[in-house]
T-cell receptor, first 112, second 117 residues
Framework: SQQGEEDPQALSIQEGENATMNCSYK?????LQWYRQNSGRGLVHLIL?????REKHSGRLRVTLDTSKKSSSLLITASRAADTASYFC????????????FGQGTTLQVKP | GAGVSQSPSNKVTEKGKDVELRCDPI?????LYWYRQSLGQGLEFLIYFQGNSAPDKSGLPSDRFSAERTGGSVSTLTIQRTQQEDSAVYLC???????????????FGAGSRLTVL
């Protein structure tokens, strides 16, 4: 079974709006990562947040992590049509030697 | 190479045939992963290799699936006696290192789309 679950499964917004995606996971983690996938092919790494961090920024991306709730959120500010893609969270379970487990993903559509 | 290379990019085969999918990771990356993604779904972990350690095969769905990594570089995923439910995109990824901190960032290939008729 998958470790992470994202919600919503699908999100449609207008260009310029902010998009928020959430990820929940089941067991203790070492870190949590977010990836983007265009056109159903390879994924691209966006950002990594460690279990001892609460918030991280990268450009228009803001990631939060709440280990007490076993959840993370990805915020994309001032969205662009080019942000249209699927977004996945991925976790490495504490004590594991690096097996990265992905959630089911959120499909984001940004309308121009 | 500059990125993770996978071949073939598309493979159509008949039910019951064997297929081999190849992954050439980034030079120097010690960890290599295989995932499967069915249409519109998330990534299903299959197997990963780390250096000379025994691979983690916990995600392989059946004994028809196997993978090897020769010389710590190129990996081949083999599916024997393919079934229609094996149709999916098979994604390979590599990372520089795997540590107990788990701070391994994956670089993915473009995937191999397998269609079993």
């Amino acid at each position: 079974s998958q470790q992470g679950e994202e919600d919503p499964q699908a999100l449609s917004i207008q260009e310029g709006e902010n998009a928020t995606m959430n990820c929940s996971y089941k067991t203790s983690i070492n870190n949590l990562q977010w990836y983007r996938q265009n056109s159903g092919r390879g994924l691209v790494h966006l950002i990594l947040i460690r279990s001892n961090e609460r918030e991280k920024h990268s450009g228009r991306l803001r990631v939060t992590l709440d280990t007490s709730k076993k959840s993370s959120s990805l915020l994309i500010t001032a969205s662009r049509a080019a942000d249209t893609a699927s977004y996945f969270c991925a976790t490495v379970i504490s004590g594991n030697t690096g097996k990265l487990i992905f959630g089911q993903g959120t499909t984001l559509q940004v309308k121009p | 190479g500059a990125g993770v290379s996978q071949s073939p990019s598309n493979k159509v085969t008949e039910k019951g045939k064997d297929v081999e999918l190849r992954c050439d990771p980034i030079s120097g990356h010690t960890a290599l992963y295989w995932y499967r993604q069915s249409l519109g779904q998330g990534l299903e972990f299959l197997i990963y290799f780390q250096g000379n350690s025994a691979p983690d095969k916990s995600g392989l769905p059946s004994d028809r699936f196997s993978a090897e990594r020769t010389g710590g570089s190129v990996s081949t995923l083999t599916i024997q006696r393919t079934q229609q439910e094996d149709s999916a995109v098979y994604l390979c990824a590599s990372s520089l290192a795997v540590s107990f901190s788990g701070a391994n960032v994956l670089t993915f290939g473009a995937g191999s789309r397998l269609t079993v008729l």
